[in-house]
């Protein structure tokens, strides 16, 4: 359960044992995680960020940062992640540290890549059903 308090504008919240430092600016939440700042945003729409037992979930050196937008779900198992992803007219941006993650959709499909990264697949995303199209 998340549990918020407001004190001098910034929105403080704690899931479990991890504390969330949010902060509203231009139309975006910024959430402060230990050092480093999550930024969801579709248009005027805020995301949902999930942390999953009271920690962002994290695989082998990897970040996992989920955001739900309505029903669908975006999945990112990256380190230091950029997510911006142009639904319709929208831009979807979050951010875990510097490398920048580029979204696509045509034919209500998401396709994701990384930039300024080695990693440079494809990740592709249905968004009429929100599960991963590898």
């Known amino acids: 359960m998340l549990k918020c308090r407001a004190e ?3 929105l403080k919240c704690r899931v ?3 504390y969330l430092s949010v902060e ?3 139309s975006i939440f910024k959430c402060k995680v230990g050092n480093s700042i999550l930024e969801c945003r579709v248009g005027n729409i805020i ?3 999930r942390v999953v037992n009271s ?3 994290c695989g082998v050196g990897n970040s996992i940062l989920k955001c739900r937008v309505g029903k669908l779900y975006l999945s990112v198992e990256l380190e230091n992640i950029i997510l ?3 639904v319709g007219n929208s831009i979807l941006e979050c951010r875990v540290g510097n490398i920048i993650l580029e ?3 045509r034919n209500s499909i998401i396709k994701c890549r990384a930039l300024n990264s080695i990693l440079m697949r494809w990740w592709i995303i ?3 059903n929100a599960q991963y199209i590898i």
């Open 55 to 57: 920690k962002l979930r």
């Open 126 to 128: 249905n968004t009429s």
């Open 16 to 18: 479990g044992k991890l």
């Open 24 to 26: 509203m600016e231009n």
């Open 8 to 10: 001098n504008s910034i």
């Open 103 to 105: 979204c696509r959709v």
């Open 47 to 49: 995301l949902e960020c």
């Open 84 to 86: 911006k992803c142009k």
